[in-house]
């Protein structure tokens, strides 16, 4: 079994800043292809960024492209995802996957273990 675990949400203003983080248990992050999925209220979930860290590759939905990055940290088996020139539609809660199917965009059915979600609101 892996779990998921993802932090760092919280609340901010437009144009600011926030640094979520996802761990892997069992095994080391670096084996699985990790998404960053998001969900705002009446919305569907939609895969805003994914990684393949063995494959050195990375994908971005163009809503979040140049605003949003990876930062692995290997020692500590965590990946970030920086996230900057935060939008009020940016506002969603956030989960993070752990999957084994690289695909771009990535789709929710290729992730197989979901963290619980972090919240992030944007107020403008």
């Known amino acids: 079994q892996v779990h998921v675990v993802e932090s760092g949400g919280g609340s901010v203003q437009a144009g600011g800043s926030l640094r979520l983080s996802c761990t892997t248990s069992?095994?080391?992050?670096?084996?699985?292809?990790l998404g960053w999925f998001r969900q705002a209220p009446g919305k569907e979930r939609e895969g805003v960024a994914a990684i393949h860290s063995r494959g050195g590759d990375a994908y971005y939905a163009d809503s979040v492209k140049d605003r949003f990055t990876f930062i692995q940290d290997t020692a500590k088996n965590i990946v970030y995802l920086q996230m900057n020139s935060l939008k009020p539609e940016d506002t969603a809660m956030y989960y993070c996957?752990?999957?084994?199917?690289?695909?771009?965009?990535?789709?929710?059915?290729?992730?197989?273990?979901w963290g619980q979600g972090t919240q992030v609101t944007v107020s403008s």
């Open positions: 996957a752990a999957g084994s199917i690289w695909r771009r965009p990535p789709r929710e059915a290729d992730f197989g273990y």
């Open positions: 069992t095994y080391p992050y670096s084996r699985y292809i």
